[in-house]
């Protein structure tokens, strides 16, 4: 215990001068620490006084970090509020892949706590993930529900959404790169992703993970184009591919995660 937790002050008067005293009580919490004496005595309602400011002073700075506490709670609340509408709004315009990107923010994250991640790698990646294709916005609905197979005019449309995501994305500060990890989802570390081709080294690793996330839900549940394939072909797709298209402690984390832990999501 210290200061720190206790709820009223006091201070500590004893008969013995003894170092290891002084220390017990100051770590117990004691504002001071008081040598019984005459002189002691006589100076006490000054040792008092000292004590209260110390106390005053505690007190404030607790209910002000509190209070900051607080409003960055509210923050964070009001922050996934927006998330979570924006997610709803490209939702409303793409039933047949509603839930798509909760699944991702799901498996992505549930990877990332596997590679032992930071907490601020896996708030970036839950964020990233529930909107990351929020750029789809500007895909006529058509094209995203249409049953056949898509033209190649049909897919340079697709392939924008991004693009357009980082561009409404970018115009927000977030404490984390969500826009570049929108931006990177469909990269793939050889450089046959897109809309960069850019290769490993400069792909984020929220965006990597979510790459690896948003094939193995995709593949794994049904579109519109075709039926669902099942897990276990996609994760034989992560393997196949690990080290060319994903990253292979991505790649590892995500067969760990389904293979040895068991994980499963609503498909
Ligand atoms: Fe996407």
Not at 1 to 11: G, Y
Not at 183 to 194: A, D, M, T, W
Not at 208 to 217: F, R
Request: hydrophobic fraction near 40%; proline fraction near 4%; charge should be negative.
């Amino acid at each position: 215990m210290d200061t720190e937790d206790i709820s009223f002050p006091f201070i500590v008067i004893t008969s013995h001068g003894d170092e290891h005293i002084a220390v017990e009580a100051m770590k117990a919490g004691a504002l001071d620490y008081v040598v019984k004496s005459e002189n002691s005595m006589l100076d006490m309602p000054h040792i008092a006084e000292r004590a209260l400011r110390e106390w005053n002073h505690i007190t404030e700075r607790k209910s002000a970090e509190k209070k900051s506490s607080e409003s960055l709670i509210k923050l964070h609340k009001t922050m996934d509020g927006i998330i979570n509408a924006m997610m709803l709004t490209i939702e409303a315009r793409d039933p047949y892949t509603a839930g798509h990107q909760k699944k991702v923010a799901i498996i992505a994250e549930a990877i990332a706590v596997e590679m032992g991640l930071t907490q601020d790698h896996l708030d970036a990646i839950r964020m990233a993930g529930l909107i990351h294709d929020l750029g789809k916005i500007y895909v006529p609905s058509e094209i995203l529900s249409k049953p056949g197979r898509i033209s190649e005019a049909e897919f340079d449309i697709i392939k924008t959404h991004p693009t357009v995501g980082y561009d409404i994305l970018k115009t927000i500060e977030f404490p984390w790169p969500i826009a570049d990890i929108v931006l990177q989802h469909h990269e793939r570390i050889n450089g046959s992703g897109y809309p960069g081709g850019i290769t490993g080294d400069r792909i984020l690793i929220e965006a990597k993970i979510i790459s690896v996330a948003d094939v193995v839900e995709a593949m794994a549940t049904h579109r519109p184009y075709r039926a669902a394939l099942g897990i276990d072909i996609a994760l034989e797709e992560i393997k196949r591919n690990r080290n060319k298209l994903y990253d292979p402690d991505v790649a590892d984390a995500c067969i760990k995660l389904f293979e040895e832990r068991n994980f499963t999501f609503e498909l």
